[in-house]
């Protein structure tokens, strides 16, 4: 699914999908800065990342390859 960026603002709006803290400016300030690009928002990482160590099989061996996603009901945090 590929979403706008008024489809991702009112998509936050509603908590269909969720980012903490939201990104703001909604909309360009005047130096001309707004994370929300034509289909994406641009996130800023924090000071620390965690790497995940690699899984002990691959996916195909879980039953998940090929899986359809239903982004509707996934959360991130």
Do not use: H
């Amino acid at each position: 699914m590929i979403l706008s960026n008024a489809e991702i603002q009112a998509a936050l709006k509603a908590r269909r999908l969720i980012i903490e803290p939201v990104p703001k400016p909604d909309f360009p300030d005047n130096a001309g800065n707004c994370p929300y690009a034509t289909s994406a928002v641009d996130l800023r990482l924090g000071n620390e990342i965690s790497n995940m160590p690699p899984p002990a099989e691959p996916a195909a061996l879980w039953g998940m390859a090929n899986q359809p996603i239903n982004l509707e009901r996934v959360v991130y945090r």
